[in-house]
């Protein structure tokens, strides 16, 4: 599937889920944005893909919790480029804790990072995509969008409402030509992920090892981390995909985690 001369932005692209997609995109033929809070991380990024090829990728400091933030971004690729093709609402963060324990500080920073940057970031893009008369707005879900898991309260709550938001941007954007669907990975070894599995060892005292046999891989078919790549190729689809039929939708990729 191609992408060629199509505008990207990818937030949280400078490393991770985001940083696999949009090199997955600068191959397919796009000129990528490569948004994220960290500037040196997202001009490397950058760097590295113009290095590689690409018809054009640039480094965009934004905060998706900061609408000014994310305003002056998505103007800047304007700027630059004259539309915007693709949105990928990836940027985010993990918090884990009993719901007892959680802090009020922590629920609402993970519900700004991932529910209020899609809708930051879905709203700036909106009328830009609409003037053109076509766009695809890909939402970064997870299996936690369909299913809940201890410790991730607020996590479970994000994802679960960007079903939500998406289904509504697939419904007002339509008769724009604008899609909008939902990626949900399994669990992938990133940073994120790596992180959690000491802290969920010392909240469900179990080890480290348990943690990823039992807890993250334990549910799959095949004892395997779903790869950012993986989650690449179905972002890829939905950008890619030549026809309004594919909206709406949510698409998991997880070894089986979870099943539809």
Request: with cysteine; aromatic share 6%.
């Amino acid at each position: 599937m191609t992408l060629e001369d199509r505008i990207a932005i990818v937030t949280g692209a400078a490393s991770g889920i985001g940083r696999a997609i949009a090199r997955r995109y600068a191959t397919a033929g796009a000129m990528v944005a490569i948004a994220d809070i960290n500037r040196e991380a997202a001009e490397n990024t950058a760097a590295e893909l113009n290095a590689a090829g690409a018809a054009g990728a640039i480094a965009l400091v934004m905060d998706v919790t900061d609408e000014a933030s994310v305003n002056d971004g998505v103007a800047a690729v304007m700027a630059r480029w004259g539309r915007i093709d693709v949105l990928v609402s990836n940027a985010g963060v993990q918090i884990v804790n009993q719901i007892e324990n959680y802090a009020f500080s922590d629920w609402k920073r993970m519900l700004a990072i991932h529910l209020d940057g899609a809708f930051l970031t879905t709203r700036a893009v909106l009328p830009h995509m609409y003037a053109q008369g076509s766009g695809s707005v890909i939402l970064m879900g997870s299996v936690h969008s369909k299913e809940a898991s201890p410790l991730k309260s607020a996590y479970v709550t994000a994802k679960h409402g960007l079903l939500g938001l998406a289904r509504v941007i697939a419904r007002e954007g339509a008769a724009k030509g604008v899609r909008a669907n939902v990626v949900c990975p399994g669990f992938v070894r990133t940073p994120l992920v790596d992180r959690q599995i000491p802290e969920q060892a010392r909240e469900l005292g179990i080890t480290e090892e348990e943690v990823v046999k039992r807890v993250m891989l334990g549910q799959t078919v095949d004892g395997e981390f779903t790869t950012p790549e993986d989650v690449a190729e179905v972002a890829l689809l939905f950008a890619a995909f030549p026809t309004k039929a594919l909206t709406g939708q949510s698409l998991v990729v997880s070894h089986g985690w979870y099943m539809e």
